[in-house]
């Protein structure tokens, strides 16, 4: 797993500016340094007591900007941090005096319905996966909550609400696309790598993966949803007047009733909360 011990000594100010040109020029993102204007924002993650400040950030878009990055890293002997949905609260995706490759553009899904597939880019969240698959009548286990990043739940496991009939996330990983410490992209799956494939399931290195979710399928989930939308967190940018009634049908207001009853100070309100009538106002 990466570390986010410090190395005294590396900054920004050891890395020349001749480095920092050529690193840019290899990769189609931005090279952030502490001078550039979005540095203090590109450093922030989801725990706001994380306070720490890479020499460089590198926003990767592309698999071979990635190589560039991590082969920048490894020529220069810095620290590597890899930041996905940046929701990790250890604070794993920023690190102190090394370089942060930064794949929280790469959201990209992809889904193959007949297969019952999807494959996904390393900085998307579950709310990117469920989004491009609940049109299809599609899931795969996620997370509970819709701003984790999919690659960091994965490789640490993968507990969420499917998780008893189709276990973790990692379970339902079919491929990982890794760009290793050398600089090297490798697919790992059973047939391909299945030693490294073996490693990303463990968690044991720390991947930039595109993942193929979906032990053999992702499963239909009509049971939760059938063809009304299934709540998680509701509250990122959604219309929760609306989302509320369309998940639970003609049972809203019964149970809109009941929570009004037991607890009209909406005091229980995470998850798939219903709230009372005056806090949905």
């Not at 507990?159 to 992209?185: F, W």
Request: aromatic share 6%; with cysteine.
């Amino acid at each position: 797993m990466p570390t986010t011990q410090t190395r005294p000594g590396i900054s920004d100010q050891d890395i020349s500016d001749q480095d920092k040109a050529r690193l840019q020029a290899s990769i189609s993102g931005a090279v952030l340094d502490p001078t550039h204007p979005d540095y203090a924002s590109a450093c922030q993650v989801w725990n706001g007591s994380i306070d720490r400040h890479p020499a460089l950030i590198a926003r990767c878009k592309t698999a071979d900007d990635v190589v560039a990055a991590v082969s920048f890293a490894r020529e220069h002997d810095l620290l590597v941090s890899v930041r996905g949905g940046g929701h990790g609260v250890a604070g794993y995706a920023v690190c102190d005096d090394g370089l942060v490759i930064d794949l929280s553009a790469m959201r990209e899904v992809e889904v193959n319905a007949d297969a019952r597939r999807v494959r996904v880019g390393p900085g998307a969240r579950w709310a990117d996966v469920d989004q491009a698959t609940q049109p299809h009548g599609l899931a795969t286990p996620g997370g509970e909550v819709s701003v984790t990043g999919v690659a960091g739940l994965t490789l640490g496991g993968g507990m969420g609400y499917l998780r008893r009939k189709h276990g973790l996330s990692c379970d339902n990983l079919i491929a990982a696309e890794v760009v290793t410490a050398d600089g090297r992209q490798v697919r790992a799956s059973a047939q391909e790598h299945p030693d490294s494939r073996q490693r990303v399931h463990s968690s044991t290195m720390h991947p930039l993966p595109l993942l193929e979710g979906g032990r053999e399928s992702c499963a239909i989930r009509y049971v939760f949803f059938r063809q009304s939308p299934y709540l998680n967190f509701p509250g990122y940018g959604e219309d929760q007047s609306r989302l509320w009634p369309a998940s639970h049908g003609e049972n809203f207001a019964r149970l809109q009733a009941v929570k009004e009853r037991y607890d009209p100070s909406n005091l229980f309100r995470m998850n798939q909360n219903i709230p009372p009538r005056q806090a949905a106002a």
